[in-house]
């Protein structure tokens, strides 16, 4: 239950009230405050949450996950776990997106986009053929390796060149890692038979029918991530003032980019882990909160944790009826809705600007 | 080229014999250098094709295949079923579709100015392949009318990539085009999963491109787009070395913007007939150019750009097919695993183009 305590904590959150009246002076920073954008946030969440829970291959009354005689019982069962996978996962994304877009003050930066994403879906899957992993458990760890690893080799090929790691260098760097990621996990498929069925798994994210104890194995990872996510605020308002500001400041900036980039691998590790590869989303949630709250990563964080959630519940609804019949996996939908919303961005051009 | 012609008449006054001469001479190295360079590379090609038509997991000795192929028949209808009906089609297959993307490939580098700006990163190949995804599996159709889908759907991306980014020539067409692959890839993988059966070759097919299913049909496809666009290309592209120098340079020089988009639309369609037969093998059409480019001493080769395409599609299928495991690779892993690592490399090094912001 860790997300929705994640959600309602930033409501109580102490640093709101302080906050509020620091920004009161420059009101079009934050034109609804964080006070509005959190109650809207929690109210889209317990809504998109109840839609969750009703709508789908037929519709169910919620009050049928309490009565055990209920004939719909089991299904609401799995729906709930369905809509809490998803919680947990866009709040992670969300934050996950959050915290790249500040440490690398890049505003394209995105988890799929940067290959984190073909990261840790490529370790995975050569870890459980070469190594012998077995369980999420194993294997989890080979995510949290392979997302970190891919998004330091990114980095780094983008910022050698003139001009440094630019937004639109870093995408390029991070789609051909993606593409060549992508051959080799399906090349190690192809190679071991019987997993030639589970490439969908590793290149197509779904939230639907994940087992309960996978779930419970991933949850403890991303609470620690959110947990380091959210103390690294201050950072990550101090690395928005440029390296040289923030060293003036006092920070370690390299012991700082460490705690940030360790939250980002173990949120990115553990949702692939769990459902596969998600695009656009942690790109596009920091955008959204951004222009309701300003550049204060206090608020930016839990706003993007709650409005990841509200997005991949609802696009795992919307999912479940849009083409019937059968389902669209929910990686699919933020890939076809998020794609133009990239585009457009791109098209504004206003890309430089974190 | 009027530079070259106006230059030797105020020379004639003085010494006029070495001047001509040095002109001539700087004029022929180059020339000389691409027909050698375009000589290597057909051989190179035909090499690739015999060694695929003869080694391999089945082989023959050369008298043989040429028996088999000329219809003088020896008495081995194994042998002749493998020749003719398997490894004969899937060469010449690879050997067309590959100078389908590589010829496509160094057009766009070229015209866009950019070696990132391949019809693979920009998204043609993503769409011709989703268009030819959603015929086959929406509306069931098979043979040509899969690979008009892939052309109108090609030709059609295109148009959106161009549109949305604003005209040819700038950084932001990449970025655009990166984006709208990644969602053209999971409409792809979403037809797969709705399709009843999840055929895992015939998904990798679209996805990253593969020889395996090559047929005669397939070839007389290829035979027929190669027959109509190629003299339109080569027509075409006799222009490309002016739009190299920009679009102000090139109008200035008679070039206008109407002939290079002629050329874009030729490429467009040459890459959607290759994806149409063999899906979007993976970077194939983005390496082509590079390397034909650096053989022919840093000057645009389309014809250089093509003979490398094919060789290399055809080393990624017999390399996919026979030399890894047990498993039949598709082609377009093989060129997806060596192709990346190369965009990397030239984004490390610096040599894709203007920094972009």
């Known amino acids: 239950m860790s997300p929705s305590t994640a959600v309602s904590s930033e409501a109580a959150n102490p640093t709101d009230l302080p906050g509020r009246t620091a920004t009161a002076g420059r009101a079009r920073h934050a034109p609804r405050g964080t006070t509005t954008s959190a109650a809207i946030c929690i109210a889209a969440l317990v809504a998109a949450a109840l839609a969750s829970l009703c709508i789908g291959n037929r519709l169910v009354d919620p009050l049928a996950l309490f009565d055990a005689q209920s004939p719909d019982h089991a299904v609401m069962d799995a729906r709930m776990l369905r809509t809490m996978i998803g919680i947990v996962l866009g709040a992670a994304i969300g934050m996950a997106g959050a915290c790249l877009q500040g440490l690398t003050r890049n505003p394209l930066a995105d988890p799929a986009l940067l290959g984190l994403n073909a990261g840790a879906a490529f370790a995975m899957v050569a870890g459980i053929t070469y190594v012998g992993t077995t369980g999420i458990g194993g294997y989890i760890w080979f995510g949290f390796l392979g997302a970190g690893v891919a998004g330091l080799g990114v980095h780094l090929v983008a910022s050698i060149g003139r001009g440094g790691a630019t937004p639109g260098k870093l995408v390029i760097a991070g789609a051909a890692l993606t593409a060549a990621l992508t051959s080799w996990t399906t090349g190690i498929l192809l190679t071991s038979r019987d997993t030639l069925d589970q490439i969908r798994s590793w290149q197509v994210a779904s939230v639907a029918g994940k087992q309960t104890d996978a779930f419970v194995t991933v949850l403890p990872f991303i609470v620690v991530g959110v947990g380091l996510a959210l103390a690294s605020a201050r950072i990550l308002n101090a690395l928005a003032l440029g390296d040289e500001l923030a060293r003036g400041l006092g920070r370690s900036v390299a012991r700082d980019r460490a705690v940030v980039g360790l939250a980002v691998m173990l949120l990115i590790g553990a949702s692939v882990a769990l459902a596969g590869p998600v695009a656009f989303l942690g790109l596009l949630v920091p955008h959204l909160v951004r222009r309701q709250v300003g550049g204060d990563y206090a608020r930016i964080l839990p706003l993007s944790a709650g409005w990841g959630a509200v997005l991949m519940v609802t696009a795992d609804t919307v999912g479940r009826f849009v083409l019937p019949p059968g389902e669209v996996q929910v990686g699919v939908m933020t890939a076809v809705l998020g794609a133009p919303v990239f585009v457009a961005m791109i098209r504004r051009g206003k890309l430089g600007n974190l | ?357």
């Open chain 2, 1 to 357: 080229m009027t530079t070259t012609t106006d230059r030797p008449t105020t020379a004639l006054h003085a010494a006029a014999v070495p001047d001509v001469e040095r002109v001539r001479r700087a004029r022929r190295t180059p020339r000389r250098r691409h027909a050698l360079v375009v000589m290597v590379l057909a051989v190179a090609a035909l090499v690739a094709l015999l060694v695929n038509l003869l080694l391999g997991s089945y082989t023959f000795t050369a008298p043989d295949a040429v028996r088999i192929i000329v219809g003088s028949g020896i008495d081995r209808p194994t042998a002749e079923f493998i020749l003719m009906e398997q490894k004969l089609p899937r060469a010449l297959t690879a050997l067309l579709a590959g100078l389908c993307f590589g010829a496509s490939g160094a057009v766009f580098q070229t015209v866009l100015r950019n070696p990132l700006a391949s019809p693979d990163i920009v998204g043609i190949s993503t769409g011709a392949s989703a268009a030819a995804v959603v015929a086959l599996l929406v509306f069931g159709a098979r043979g040509d009318v899969v690979a008009l889908a892939a052309e109108v759907g090609a030709v059609g991306i295109a148009l959106v990539v161009r549109w949305v980014a604003g005209g040819i020539g700038s950084y932001r067409l990449v970025l655009v085009g990166v984006g709208i692959a990644s969602a053209m890839l999971s409409v792809i993988h979403y037809l797969f999963t709705r399709a009843a059966i999840w055929d895992a070759q015939l998904a990798l097919r679209w996805l990253t491109g593969s020889v395996a299913a090559a047929g005669w049909d397939e070839v007389r496809l290829l035979v027929v787009v190669l027959v109509v666009l190629l003299p339109l290309l080569w027509w075409s592209a006799s222009s490309l070395r002016i739009t190299e120098l920009g679009p102000d340079a090139a109008s200035g020089l008679g070039v206008t913007a109407r002939r290079a988009e002629l050329v874009m639309l030729v490429a467009v369609l040459l890459v959607a007939a290759g994806v149409a037969v063999v899906g979007p093998i993976a970077f194939l059409a983005f390496l082509s150019g590079p390397i034909a480019r650096a053989m022919n001493a840093g000057r645009t080769s389309v014809i250089g750009g093509a003979l490398v395409g094919a060789t290399l599609l055809l080393a990624a299928d017999y390399v996919g097919h026979y030399l890894i495991g047990d498993v039949n690779m598709p082609a377009g892993i093989i060129t997806g695993a060596v192709g990346a690592p190369f965009l990397l490399w030239l984004m490390a090094r610096g040599a894709t183009g203007r920094s972009p912001r």
